[in-house]
């Protein structure tokens, strides 16, 4: 085990311990067949952290996997708030509904089905939202910020996952390349130079490869 492992474990069992309700959704994911591309405990505790830290009251997350980070996400608001997860799989969508179930916050949350960019504009009635998690398709992302963008206030939180990608997603790609990286990198370009947010991108390691999260605090229009 290397160092880092070391110390994300450490990291994980003083400020991120997993209960049942987190570890089974895992253990659904598995048993439906779903890619183990989920975030980590300490990921999923550093949202919380922001969600406190912007006061969260609603927040929406794009890309809901097995409900994972629906739980951490969920969890971090006041039993009066509100949760909305879009996911653009039924099957994935019931994977997630049973987990929050299992979780006990299905009070507050609401799991909406159908691609990300359909949906989006739906909920225009129900912003501004104080967190955002974008975890979907990566060549969308740069679409996702725009929307974020529109469904937020001024202090709101926008955070990405998969923005570092072993740093592969901090370097400008070739000319024509429309591929997952490339799209990455738009989005870090984009919410570093963007008047109206002020944002930095976090290396996460787990001894073996390096990626993390992009984070832009929303800033009045000037």
Known sequence: MSDTEKITG???QLFAPEDAALQQALVAAKEAG???IQISPLQGKLLQVLAAACNAQKILEIGALAGYSGIWLARSLPAHGTFITLEVSAKH?????QSLDRAQITARTK????AALD???TLQDEAPFDLIFIDADKPSYPQYLDWALKLSRPGSIIVADNCIRNGQALVEPAAGDTGSTAALYT?????ATHPRLRSISLPMSDGNHTDGYNISVVLPEA
Do not use: D, H, S
């Open 34 to 36: 779903l890619p183990e």
């Open 10 to 12: 450490a990291l994980e």
């Open 111 to 114: 799991v909406r089905v159908g």
């Open 119 to 121: 949906l989006l504009p």
């Open 93 to 97: 969508a019931e994977v997630v509904r």
């Open 187 to 191: 989005y870090n370009k984009q919410t």
